[in-house]
C-alpha cells in the first residue's frame, strides 16, 4: 500500500537550532498536511499545503510542497522546549481519507 | 468554538468484549473520520462518515463498525475486542470536501487486557 516515509526518525537537538525533515511519498500528493502531536494528545495542525512549490510559513515553522509533488519538507527556526513531539506528514492520496507518514521524533536540550 | 471532542479520555476492556467510543465534530463540520494510532505510529484510517452514509473504509476486520447521527456525532464500534486493538483512537472532523483538512481531537486511549 501507499506509504509516506519520514527522516530522520528522531532526532536530539539544542535550544535555538535549525531542524528540518522531510517526507517522501511512492505517489503523487495533491495536498501535504504537517501536524504535531504530543503525548497521549491528537494530532494539532500545523501547516497545510495545496499546490507545488508553494512554500509556507507558520511563525517559527516552514514548510514547502516538493516540484515533485512527492515529498514536501518542514523547517523549525531556533527550536525551544515546546518543539519537542512527534510530527508527521499526511495526505489524502486522492480518496477521503489521510495516509500518515512514520514520524519525526523531536527533542530539544535546553 | 469548540474543537473536535471524544469520549471517554482512556477505556480499559478484557478480551472478547465489546467498545463504543463516541466523537463530536467542530460545529458546522459534516464529516467525521476514525483512525487507530498503536504507539509508536502514525494513524491508520478506519471509516469516514459524511452526512451519515459511509464513504471509506480502511483496511479494518469486520469487527470494527460506525455510524453518524442526524447531529453529525458519530460512534465508533469495535466487537470481540482482542488485545492488538489497543491504540489510541482518533476521530478527525471535516466540511466533507475532499481536499478539506481534517482537524482532530484528543483521542480515546483504549487498553484491551
Known amino acids: 500500500g501507499q506509504q509516506l516515509n519520514q527522516s530522520p526518525q528522531s532526532m536530539f537537538i539544542q535550544e535555538g537550532e535549525d531542524v528540518s525533515m522531510n517526507c517522501t511519498s511512492s505517489?503523487?500528493?495533491?495536498?501535504w498536511l504537517w501536524y504535531k502531536q504530543d503525548p497521549g494528545e491528537g494530532p494539532v495542525l500545523l501547516i497545510a499545503l495545496y499546490k507545488a512549490g508553494e512554500l509556507t510559513s507558520n511563525g517559527r515553522l516552514t514548510a514547502q510542497f516538493g516540484i515533485t509533488r512527492k515529498d514536501s519538507f518542514l523547517n523549525i527556526s531556533a527550536s525551544i522546549p515546546s518543539d519537542v513531539g512527534i510530527y508527521f506528514c499526511a495526505g489524502p492520496p486522492g480518496t477521503y481519507k489521510y495516509i500518515f507518514g512514520t514520524g519525526t521524533r523531536l527533542k530539544v536540550l535546553a | 468554538d469548540a474543537g473536535v471532542t471524544q469520549s471517554p479520555t482512556h477505556l480499559i476492556k478484557t478480551r472478547g468484549q465489546h467498545v463504543t467510543l463516541r466523537c463530536s465534530p467542530i460545529s458546522g463540520h459534516k464529516s467525521v473520520s476514525w483512525y487507530q494510532q498503536v504507539l509508536g505510529q502514525g494513524p491508520q484510517f478506519i471509516f469516514q462518515?459524511?452526512?451519515?452514509?459511509?464513504?471509506g473504509r480502511g483496511n479494518f476486520p469486520d469487527r470494527f463498525s460506525a455510524r453518524q447521527f442526524p447531529n453529525y456525532s458519530s460512534e465508533l464500534n469495535v466487537n470481540a475486542l482482542l488485545l492488538g486493538d489497543s491504540a489510541l483512537y482518533l476521530c478527525?472532523?471535516?466540511?466533507?470536501?475532499?481536499?478539506?483538512?481534517?482537524?482532530f481531537g484528543p483521542g480515546t486511549r483504549l487498553t484491551v487486557l
Open positions: 462518515y459524511y452526512e451519515k452514509e459511509e464513504r
Open positions: 505517489s503523487i500528493f495533491n495536498t
Open positions: 478527525a472532523s471535516s466540511t466533507g470536501q475532499l481536499t478539506d483538512t481534517q482537524y
